[in-house]
């Protein structure tokens, strides 16, 4: 059988570069004349080592090697393909009036218990039932988030049209779907879950509706039990997905650690978090004793490389890293509210006196994301050496006076609707929080407002003061101010 794989390969090795490959052709090319359907196989399973993007005429062609485009738009709804499929999924479980009765109260008292546990930071037990409530509750915000975090990558061309993905805490499978979703329809992947809870049946059932080019694998084991290394037959993987999960790990620095060693040295970790504040700082602390770190890559050709934060948070001054909180979240639109929540919430008992409209909901897209790389590339590739610019790190010394100053807008407005608005902002050195509040609006500061997350804004002219209630400081954007975007 291995002769007979190897005799495949090694046609499909030729006739990429002279025609499409066509499973019935090879058959009269190797001995044996194995049928068409094991050929087609084997090329499916060879099919990202080989290059090979597989067509709707079942035949073969080199994938292309133009990188992945970002994504256009916001992410408006979790489709109706994976929709449909986890409905199917819940009337086989619980029938076809999952949402009613005894089965609905079970899924709504089950949301209720994991979340009252999320927020008073105490682990969540799964079961079946925990795994269902939640594909209801967290699967198309985190399907969402996935994307917006991947533009990142894509904006810069480092995504490619051929990838191998490792999926650390896969769960229910909104990062793989959303993956999937950011990929075009001539790209190859190869994907590989970790996820021993019985979230796994769900994410492999949803992960059917996905194209013929993406070939997954789910790894039913602990992370801490697998080794990393050795899947995708010893390749290096692209990208490696801990989304979600980092917080629940007894370790996770050593899991993040051994997940860095098993990528390619062009490769990316993105790790991600739900946006309230213990675990977002929580990740930005793990960002942060990570960097520098230097990592034995066990790729074939690989060696010692020093892990480097790609993005969002920057590093403007050269050997300066911040000790601030760190929390920093992306907020996006809202998503249409999927049919399953819908259902779910509308059939809730009128005499639920716990019970508010929209308590099942769960469409916000808010998150917090790091991406760490071993080549050395940051996103924004800018060091600030000159006294043109204040320092984050000596702010102090600027209080009540105008400076000027470089940083990052690390969040969307904060503030109350009918309040000045309040950024977020960074330049890597600060060991204090600053935020930049807008307090009199013009065409020479409005920038502030039209950035985008992470993006770099040059402020002249801008005030400092100490904000002793918040203990940050507040850098006081107004008609004296003018604000650049930068890139």
């Known amino acids: 059988m291995t002769d007979q794989r190897e005799a495949i ?7 990429r570069n002279v025609r499409p490959i066509d499973p019935e052709e090879i058959c009269d090319y190797v001995e044996g004349s194995p049928h068409p359907a094991v050929v087609r196989q084997h090329l499916r399973e060879d099919a990202v080592s080989l290059g090979l993007l597989e067509r709707e005429d079942g035949t073969f062609v080199p994938v292309g090697d133009e990188p992945v485009r970002p994504r256009r738009g916001p992410v408006e709804r979790f489709p109706a393909r994976y929709e449909e499929r986890l409905e199917d999924l819940l009337v086989d479980r619980y029938g076809v009036d999952w949402h009613r ?14 979340k009252s546990r999320y927020l008073e930071g105490r682990p969540v037990e799964y079961d079946d039932d925990v795994a269902a409530g939640y594909a209801i509750y967290h699967l198309p915000g985190y399907y969402a988030a996935v994307q917006y975090a991947l533009d990142d990558l894509a ?5 490619g049209r051929e990838l191998r ?7 229910v499978g909104g990062p793989a779907l959303g993956l999937c979703d950011s990929l075009p329809d001539d790209a190859v992947l190869e994907y590989h879950a970790i996820e021993p809870s019985p979230a796994a049946d769900v994410l492999e059932g949803l992960l059917e509706e996905t194209g013929r080019n993406v070939h997954s694998t789910i790894h039913r084991s602990p992370v801490e039990d697998v080794d990393l290394a050795s899947l995708g037959d010893g390749e290096g993987f692209d990208l490696v997905l801990a989304c979600n999960v980092l917080s629940e790990l007894a370790d996770p620095r050593a899991v993040a650690s051994r997940a860095l060693e098993a990528l390619e040295p062009d490769g990316t970790f993105l790790g991600m978090a739900p946006a309230d504040k213990n675990t977002s700082i929580e990740l930005r602390e793990l960002e942060r004793d990570l960097e520098g770190t230097t990592v034995a890559v066990d790729t074939a050709g690989g060696s010692a490389r020093e892990v480097t ?5 920057v590093r403007l001054w050269p050997g300066a890293t911040p000790t601030d909180r760190g929390w920093s979240f992306d907020a996006r639109p809202d998503l249409a509210v999927p049919s399953f929540q819908r259902k779910l ?3 809730t008992p009128e005499d639920d006196d716990d019970h508010a409209p929209g308590e099942f909901v769960n469409v916000d897209v808010q998150f917090s994301y790091s991406l760490l790389r071993l080549d050395g590339r940051r996103r924004i590739e800018i060091d600030l050496e000159t006294s043109d610019w204040a320092k984050m ?3 102090e010394r600027h209080v009540t006076n105008r400076v000027d100053l470089a940083a990052a807008k690390l969040s969307r407005s904060l503030s109350a609707e009918d309040a000045n608005p309040l950024f977020k902002i960074s330049d890597g050195s600060e060991a204090v929080d600053h935020y930049a509040v807008l307090t009199r609006e013009s065409s020479l500061n409005r920038p502030l407002l039209e950035a985008d997350y992470g993006e770099v804004l040059t402020f002249e002219g801008v005030l400092v003061l100490w904000n002793d209630d918040e203990g940050a400081y507040n850098l006081v954007v107004d008609e004296e101010t003018i604000v650049d975007r930068i890139g």
């Open 309 to 313: 934060v790609y993005g969002p948070t």
């Open 165 to 171: 993905v490792l999926d650390i805490g896969a769960g």
């Open 155 to 159: 904006e810069r061309g480092l995504l």
């Open 393 to 395: 790190a000596q702010t």
């Open 9 to 15: 390969r090694s046609n499909a090795k030729y006739l």
């Open 101 to 114: 009765d005894a089965t609905g109260q079970l899924l709504r008292s089950t949301i209720r218990r994991f």
């Open 345 to 347: 919430d509308e059939a």
